[in-house]
């Protein structure tokens, strides 16, 4: 009797045995699975914040892009109008159609006239009329220049041509005002005794935006006038109206 309850006493610690071996498992095993997912949960934690961050990066990045677009839509917008603006500016100084008013002609043609009248006397009274010829600029040396004879001056051919070119265009510079060398940027010119002309322009009449009709007096030497009238074309330099022509 008393072996059969210790048979069954040592069942029963080995069961318990079990049982605890058993527990112990288990509990590892909770606590594995516990600990792991701590784990994913602490990573998932730790990649929220990092795409938190990385949107709030993705965000100002964007606001930058959007201020730097802004800012070159304005500069590309101011560069437009200013582009427009040359243009503009262009086009009213280049355009030969558009002249000025009537007293800007007349008052043009008058200087034209009383440069040509100049040069029908001599060229230095051209220098004059011009307002360059001083005492000092006129040397009265003469040179040859293939084998025609000049005199020489000091005043610069450039500040010359650029005086002249306020009334004229280059074409008419040219072609009127040939008697006039240019040496090493220097006005040479040939001289002649012939009496000058003198004008007075009473009246321009435009025709269309680059001619006009002009009435003229052409003085004697007496004094008399005899009343002309001649056609004058003009073409625009850099905003002013320049004669062309004048026939």
Do not use: H
Not at 86 to 110: H, I, P
Not at 156 to 172: A, I, P, V
Not at 203 to 219: F, G, L, P, R
Not at 223 to 235: C, I, L, M, P, T
């Amino acid at each position: 009797m008393e072996e059969k309850k210790n048979s069954k006493n040592s069942v029963l610690v080995v069961l318990l045995g079990i049982a605890l071996i058993a527990i112990i498992i288990m509990g590892v095993f909770i606590y594995k699975l516990t600990n792991e997912r701590n784990i994913e949960i602490q990573r998932a934690t730790d990649l929220q914040v990092e795409a938190d961050n990385l949107n709030n990066t993705v965000s100002d990045l964007q606001g930058k892009i959007d201020k730097v677009s802004e800012l070159i839509g304005s500069n590309t917008t101011k560069t437009d109008n200013n582009s427009d603006n040359e243009v503009a500016k262009d086009t009213v100084n280049n355009d030969t159609s558009k002249v000025s008013n009537d007293d800007e002609v007349k008052e043009n043609l008058q200087k034209y006239l009383n440069l040509i009248g100049a040069l029908a006397g001599s060229p230095r009274s051209v220098l004059e009329e011009l307002g360059l010829l001083n005492l000092d600029d006129f040397s009265g040396e003469q040179v040859d220049v293939e084998g025609v004879p000049y005199v020489t001056t000091k005043i610069k051919y450039s500040t010359f041509k650029d005086t002249m070119l306020q009334y004229m265009s280059e074409k008419c510079f040219e072609e009127d005002f040939s008697r006039f060398y240019k040496s090493f940027d220097w006005v040479y010119y040939r001289n002649s005794g012939a009496t000058g002309r003198a004008f007075e322009v009473l009246s321009v009449t435009k025709i269309n935006d680059s001619e006009y009709t002009a009435k003229v007096n052409e003085i004697m030497d007496d004094g008399s006038k005899e009343a002309v009238e001649y056609k004058v074309r003009v073409v625009n330099n850099n905003g002013k109206a320049v004669i062309d022509s004048c026939e």
